[in-house]
């Protein structure tokens, strides 16, 4: 992922205020045989379910998270023990996300604090996120070349003229440029700030993105009615961390434009070439506006696939950074946090976010980053997650159906089979045996795992956090 999208979506810290007495961050929140839940990793874990723009957080949802928290710790200390951490593939995604760990703590240490949000800014965002623009744009490579392409619009230019020169690709160049509808959070900070302030039928400036630098027009916008200052303040923390997003974006890219300017690579074009062919067509999925607000790029079949693709290759060296090797390896592990427009565009953009990323990691280590506690913290609940996700998909994937079974089901249903023989019924039921018994199959592991365990649930102090951050008693 660019460098500071995988940076970002901030943790809350703690504080008091007026004297409110916070829970400790060490608190046990959930305590079974030798095994603890503390208040922090909680937090730490139900925050990768609140980034989800349609889920919200309530009483019940964090009951049902921390049951699944617990299933999760049972079923992945089952796995290790049955030797699932073995798997050179599971250890490769783990230390992926410890580099982004990595990059995600290096944004708390050194790019968030050169910017601040403001209480106007944040209103004025939700306001952005309840409307739509119909833009058009022209991009360029370079400012000197979108300057002048400015200079011939106030010169008395057309939009499209400049659109059918400047787009290789046809639709853009025959329709002016023409990106439709677009919603304020599909856009970078700059380009989503000019295109929801400026008015109608006005020009930008140009724009500096993370691809090149655009021109922007204003054709249409529509928003929605009688939205109440009750909706805003529902809405405000998920807006303030999508402007948190956002911002870290712009001022991560900026830091690591910096770094870019001083770096010295040396590719292997065979396992860059090779690498590239493999890639080819296998992303042809539309970018959508969930992208952003999405950690993973990439969906389990599509992560099957690069894996299948390149995992042979893992050891080849694609290029050495600073001195520093490249594998596809490294690479692959990569990919799942690099933003999926960057997949879709082109290997070049999507090798130089891995480069981005690769700096970013490198300079979390240098100042020591790897034994921060919330770095260890979410690296071992990712590692947790993995294990007893492999382990689940294992179970299930071994589960069958005897014919047996079958024919006992139908002979129990055999009135609502309006008179259909077993026969007819057969491959119906198989389907409906099966997917019921997939469905018992961990309920079943873990209800054997958990026998004769005393388990301890500490609700209290998770509702006492959450309403407190709520009521602004706790930040």
Request: charge should be positive; proline fraction near 2%; charged fraction near 30%.
């Amino acid at each position: 992922m660019r460098c500071t999208k995988a940076l970002v979506f901030i943790m809350y810290g703690v504080g008091i205020l007026y004297g409110q007495k916070v829970p400790d961050a060490a608190t046990v929140v959930a305590e079974f045989g030798k095994n603890r839940i503390t208040l922090k990793e909680f937090r730490i874990a139900y925050l990768q379910l609140l980034k989800n723009p349609r889920t919200f957080d309530s009483k019940e949802l964090r009951r049902q998270f921390l049951d699944e928290l617990i299933q999760r710790h049972i079923l992945s200390k089952e796995a290790e023990r049955l030797g699932f951490a073995k798997s050179e593939i599971l250890t490769n995604e783990v230390e992926a996300f410890r580099n982004k760990a990595l990059r995600t703590q290096h944004f708390e240490t050194v790019i968030k604090p050169k910017f601040t949000i403001l209480e106007d800014e944040v209103e004025e965002a939700y306001m952005f996120t309840q409307e739509s623009r119909k833009i058009k744009h022209l991009f360029y490579k370079t400012k000197d070349q979108a300057d002048s392409a400015y200079s011939m619009l106030r010169s008395g230019a057309s939009f499209d003229s400049l659109a059918y020169v400047c787009f290789a690709d046809s639709t853009l160049a025959n329709n002016g440029g023409d990106l439709g509808w677009v919603e304020w959070d599909q856009l970078e900070y700059d380009m989503a700030k000019a295109a929801f302030r400026q008015p109608v039928n006005m020009i930008s400036e140009p724009i500096q993105s993370s691809f090149g630098y655009h021109l922007i027009e204003v054709t249409d916008f529509k928003k929605k009615p009688l939205i109440t200052r009750y909706e805003y303040l529902v809405h405000k923390r998920k807006v303030k961390a999508l402007l948190e997003f956002k911002l870290g974006d712009k001022y991560g890219f900026e830091y690591v434009g910096a770094m870019m300017s001083k770096l010295h690579v040396a590719y292997h074009a065979d396992v860059m070439e090779f690498v590239e062919k493999k890639l080819k067509d296998l992303f042809k999925r539309k970018p959508s506006a969930l992208d952003q607000t999405s950690e993973y790029q990439l969906f389990d079949d599509e992560i099957q696939k690069v894996e299948m693709s390149l995992w042979d290759a893992r050891n080849e060296v694609m290029a050495a950074v600073n001195g520093k090797n490249i594998t596809v390896g490294m690479f692959l592990g990569d990919l799942i946090y690099i933003p999926y427009n960057a997949l879709h565009k082109s290997f070049r953009w999507t090798f130089e976010y891995a480069v981005r990323d690769f700096l970013l990691t490198q300079e979390a280590l240098a100042l020591g980053l790897d034994n921060n506690e919330e770095v260890l913290m979410r690296t071992n609940l990712f590692r947790e997650y993995s294990l007893q996700l492999a382990y689940r998909r294992e179970m299930v994937r071994h589960v069958t159906v005897e014919e047996k079974e079958i024919k006992a089901y139908y002979d129990s249903h055999k009135k609502e089979c309006n008179g259909a023989t077993y026969d007819q019924m057969k491959e119906i039921f198989w389907n409906l045996v099966l997917t019921k018994k997939k469905q018992k199959v961990i309920p079943d592991l873990v209800k054997m795992l958990t026998h004769g365990m005393i388990m301890k649930k500490n609700i209290k102090a998770i509702d006492d956090y959450y309403e407190g951050v709520k009521k602004g008693d706790i930040r």
